[in-house]
């Protein structure tokens, strides 16, 4: 039956407002819940489409789980769509953060979320593992895929920087599907590209003003490539060691803030928006990182349907789609390490196996089991 584009409209808010409230364990598991309800239950695109809308979003600096959210909003409806998907993706993990942000500055502490991270976290690596199962089946195709996705998820854990990884498993693809040979030197058979550096947008000032954080927190959305982990370092950087805004203890705490929220941890912009000027700061630096996004996926949501017309791009983005697929295979490696450490976990782990392979169990359910589990474990311990 035909939907109306009010109707699609509704069923975009509805799913990412949810998303958004829901959406623990970092970008890779936000894809993997996006694939599973908008690709298997409700057939949105093809598999293919959505892998290649994740393949170019991770060429994208910013958010990459924030922007695959927004490119699939634009496919299903247009720029209306991108922002409903966008803002509902968003907006639920900053107020909860300034939450956090607010007890933090009132009360010297954030409220505990131990038990909320130990019982969601093995739900997260279930279904991120069941998400590269699905989607590895159809980027590795291909003994040369194959081959390139081992390659990429081996240099992804020797440290090769994840948009050099892109590059150049999208070269590679695109030029062996054109019946060129590359010789390859050394024994990794993997070209680093350089990263380019890049020079800070603003300068410090005695007191912190809406201006300088709008200007700083404008220029991360632009610059930061890789997950959202990789902010780390750019606030260092900036906030720490060069403007002196907050101290380490303090941007610790503000990524701590993004970690155990649902959502993008780009939301820890929220939190240290606060702490430097209130909720102005908070509203200011939220929409300085995550504006640059809007407009790069909606770029994507209108391109990547037609890139498969092109057998160069196409195959470029077969190869990139083969080095996104190693990246998250790589972190959810990490994550099963940081999470499976007892009985406990590995026991919410293999259950949540169970129920999403064998009983196709909606992964909102999961997750919020989970928190209720991790919650009375911990309390009881």
Not at 171 to 187: K, T
Not at 265 to 277: N, Q, R, W
Request: aromatic share 8%; net charge positive; glycine share 12%.
């Amino acid at each position: 039956m035909h939907q109306t584009a009010a109707g699609k409209l509704g069923e975009l808010f509805r799913f990412f407002i949810r998303l958004g409230l829901t959406a623990f364990g970092g970008p890779a598991a936000h894809i993997a819940l996006m694939e599973r309800e908008a690709v298997e239950q409700r057939a949105w695109m093809s598999r293919e489409h959505f892998l290649d809308l994740v393949g170019a979003c991770n060429l994208l600096p910013g958010p990459s789980s924030t922007q695959v959210a927004m490119a699939l909003g634009f496919a299903r409806a247009g720029w209306v769509g991108l922002a409903i998907a966008g803002a509902c993706f968003i907006v639920p993990a900053s107020l909860a953060t300034l939450g956090l942000a607010w007890a933090y500055v009132h009360y010297g502490h954030m409220p505990q979320a131990q038990g909320l991270l130990y019982g969601t976290k093995p739900v997260m690596v279930a279904i991120v593992v069941q998400a590269i199962w699905r989607l590895g089946r159809l980027a590795l195709r291909g003994w040369f895929l194959l081959l390139a996705g081992l390659a990429c998820f081996a240099a992804t854990l020797a440290g090769v920087p994840p948009l050099a990884l892109l590059l150049t498993a999208g070269g590679v693809a695109a030029l062996a599907a054109n019946g060129r040979r590359m010789r390859l030197r050394g024994a990794q058979g993997i070209a680093v590209l350089p990263a380019a550096g890049v020079a800070s947008g603003a300068t410090a000032t005695a007191t912190v003003g809406l201006v300088p954080l709008v200007l700083i927190f404008l220029k991360l959305g632009v610059v930061i490539f890789g997950s959202g982990y990789v902010l780390l370092a750019f606030l260092q950087r900036d906030l720490v060691d060069r403007l002196h805004w907050v101290t380490q203890a303090q941007l610790l705490d503000a990524v701590t803030a993004g970690q155990v929220t649902p959502g993008p941890v780009f939301a820890t912009a929220t939190f240290l928006g606060y702490l430097l000027h209130g909720y102005a700061g908070a509203a200011a630096t939220t929409i300085a990182i995550f504006a640059p996004s809007f407009l790069m996926a909606g770029a994507v949501g209108a391109f990547a349907g037609r890139i498969r017309n092109s057998k160069l791009a196409a195959s470029f983005l077969d190869g990139v789609n083969a080095a996104a697929l190693a990246l998250m295979a790589a972190v959810a490696l990490a994550l099963g390490r940081a999470t499976l450490v007892d009985g406990w976990t590995w026991a919410l782990a293999l259950v949540s196996v169970v129920a999403l392979v064998r009983f196709r169990l909606n992964a909102t359910w999961l997750i919020a089991g989970g928190a209720v589990v991790g919650i009375l474990l911990r309390g009881l311990g």
